[in-house]
């Protein structure tokens, strides 16, 4: 494990590399080139994450990412969406858009004194690297503190449970989290409402609550996009998936997806198998589905970030690279290797990045504007959640293939993050 000096070092490095480029620049009229530093910055931080074991060592990353963002944010000022090529499909403009509409809403006006936000993982893992720079980001351009945490015990509801419940009692303004459990937070999230605390969700609902908004993908149609990919490239056959949590709704709704475009064609969803967030045992899942399942398995869909490069081993190990194939969510690292060496055909990508940014900015918002209003500043990206109106700021969804891979990577380069 890197120790706290490393980490400092590291962050010093690359702010006096950063500062350095800018010195080499004055006087020079050409635009700063930030590109380059901006992925070193995000290999830097996805390694520091993949190591993390306590909330200690992550709220020093925390800081250190924070410290390479606001060196970053100072060189490049408002270029980050000019660097992000307009003809990129993956470009996704409405949330470029919807930040600047929240930008000019709140133009010249600072929330309460003492104001303070947090944003809360379901977990720690390298899928959350691109919200952490996100958060970070917003935090920075705001000049409003926002905390980064995420539960790393063996129990990850009760203590994520308990991180909402210090959140509430400690009174921070505005809190978003990703729900393990959709109704396990409930009462919770009604404390906090009564005593004024704007609660967000993101990533997965804690669907029924009293919470203003949900910011992410629609999980349904993510799950029917990965179903589509699967009959494309698969056809026909037996499939398992893979999955964290059976009691949270971003799974139950991707799982529900997936069924009902399968539904009346050869392709059927035999078996979702759980691993409570543990990547030893999706591997496990895996190997065990293929023994399994053997001649009549013709593939995996992986419903969390991990599960994709869990099968990936397997598949691997089962020397059945080409034979089995694998729909995987999400465009971790290791997923990204997967299909570079052709074992992943497709990955469905959330738009993590924007999880941890649009966060930022909208509970900023709403402590200045109110939630009603900003849901008007926001209305043309709302959509609609069930019975609940139009509290839903759709992120959108990613489809990536073979054929469309580097244009994925250079949109993610573009906004200076890795993987997502």
Not at 259 to 269: A, C, H, P, R, S
Request: glycine share 8%; charged share 25%.
């Amino acid at each position: 494990m890197l120790s706290r000096n490393s980490l400092k070092i590291a962050g010093l490095l690359l702010v006096s590399v950063v500062l350095s480029l800018l010195a080499a620049a004055c006087g020079a009229q050409a635009e700063p080139q930030t590109i380059v530093q901006t992925v070193e910055v995000e290999k830097v931080v996805e390694k520091v994450v993949e190591v993390i074991e306590t909330v200690e060592v992550e709220k020093v990353v925390e800081k250190e990412v924070e410290k390479i963002v606001t060196v970053e944010v100072m060189q490049e000022d408002d270029a980050t969406e000019e660097m992000a090529a307009e003809d990129n499909p993956y470009r996704p403009s409405a949330l470029f858009e919807a930040v600047e509409d929240i930008k000019a809403a709140t133009e010249g006006e600072s929330p309460p004194a003492g104001a303070k936000f947090a944003f809360l993982t379901n977990n720690m893992s390298p899928f959350w690297t691109a919200a952490q720079i996100g958060v970070a980001r917003s935090s920075s351009e705001l000049n409003v503190p926002i905390s980064f945490q995420a539960p790393t015990s063996s129990d990850l509801l009760s203590q994520q449970l308990s991180m909402l419940e210090t959140f509430v009692n400690d009174g921070y303004t505005g809190v978003t989290f990703s729900a393990i459990d959709r109704e396990a937070p409930h009462s919770i999230i009604e404390k906090a409402v009564e005593q004024g605390t704007i609660m967000l969700n993101m990533d997965s609902d804690a669907t029924g609550s009293e919470r203003a908004m949900y910011i992410g993908m629609s999980d349904y149609d993510a799950g029917r996009a990965a179903a589509e990919a699967a009959l494309e490239i698969i056809g026909e056959g037996q499939v398992v998936g893979l999955v964290g949590f059976a009691t949270a709704q971003n799974a139950q709704d991707r799982i529900a997806g997936v069924n009902d475009v399968f539904e009346g064609t050869d392709m059927e969803l035999v078996e979702v198998l759980i691993d409570d967030v543990k990547p030893e045992v999706a591997l496990s899942n895996a190997q065990t589905a293929i023994q399994k399942y053997g001649d009549d398995l013709a593939g995996f869909i992986t419903f969390y970030s991990y599960d994709g490069p869990a099968a990936c081993q397997a598949i691997k190990q089962a020397d059945k690279v080409g034979e089995l194939k694998l729909i995987a969510f999400d465009a971790e690292p290791e997923t990204q290797t997967c299909m570079e060496e052709g074992v992943a055909q497709a990955m469905i990508g959330q738009r993590v990045y924007f999880y941890g940014y649009l966060s930022g900015y909208v509970m900023h918002a709403m402590s200045i504007l109110g939630v009603e209003e900003t849901m008007e500043v926001l209305s043309p990206y709302l959509d609609d959640l069930g019975d609940e109106g139009q509290i839903r700021l759709n992120t959108g969804i990613d489809v990536i293939k073979a054929d469309s891979f580097d244009q994925y990577k250079a949109y993610l380069e573009s906004i200076g993050i890795a993987s997502q």
